[in-house]
């Protein structure tokens, strides 16, 4: 079986974050009142062989632990997306 | 003798030239290596020079940790052997778990090209064992993602166990504690954000990295001044 799975790394909250900063900074110059706590992270999409979800999803969690994340200023997010393929 | 360092060189790296053209003209003896060795039982000390590996692709050094000549690293800097990361090298270090914390976007988000001042914080580490704590060092910053960061705990035993090995004398980056360079706990692992390397001939502006550059090359510095 195919999955798809979409992960969202993400700074931990107590990382200042200057990308998110400076989007927020911008806003107001483009109109946009009201906006406020802006953070800017990744997001990455793949897809995993796996015999079912469960497993697609320990995958998943896997690979954006190891790699995708780092753990001393990031968090990963994922979800499973879909089946993309199954045996017929 | 001196040492035989060994300068790594994984795809994308960009400093490993001045790194040998420093240390050779100190007097040490250095030669590239690629990424993919899997030894370093000929080499007396190893060097990750600046640049970014790999693209910097996900996060600087990243993927690079992953490269055969990391786990060649680990044995060496367990073993006692000197390892000395600059810039990206210091990211890659961080990365691989051989020093704690994170290198993280510049504070302003500005990427930094400028000489600065730093102190030398701790004289404990390989890199500082000849230069007294205290001294200061002109040095050249050449970076986007040179913001120290570390977990509050991770930052007591730094400063406790006399782990940071230089500071920043006015902090450019935004990094915890003014932290522009630290050592592992036994002080033969260093990492730093300024270039040593790129200050050892009066002729670029400053010579203040000689005397970083000596220890790594495993000359004294009365050998060197004599």
Redesign the interface.
Known sequence: MKYEVLVEVRLHDDIADPAGATVERALPALGFAGVEGVRVGKAVRFKVEAPGPEDALLRAEEVANRLLANPVIESAGVRLLGLLEAPS | MSNRVAVVVFPGTNCEHDVVRALVGLGGQAELIWHDQASLDTYDSVVLPGGFAHGDY??PG?IAR?SPVMAAIERFAASGGPVLGICNGFQVL??AGLL???L??????RFLCETVEVEVASARSVLTSQVETGTRLMLPINHFEG?Y???ASTLQMLIAEERIVLRYVENPN?SIESIAGISNAAGNVVGLMPHPERACDPLTGSNDGSALMQAIAGISQMAAKS
């Open positions: 996900l996060r990243a992953f961080t990365e704690p914390g994170a993280h976007k510049n504070r302003g988000l913001c960061t570390c977990d935004g």
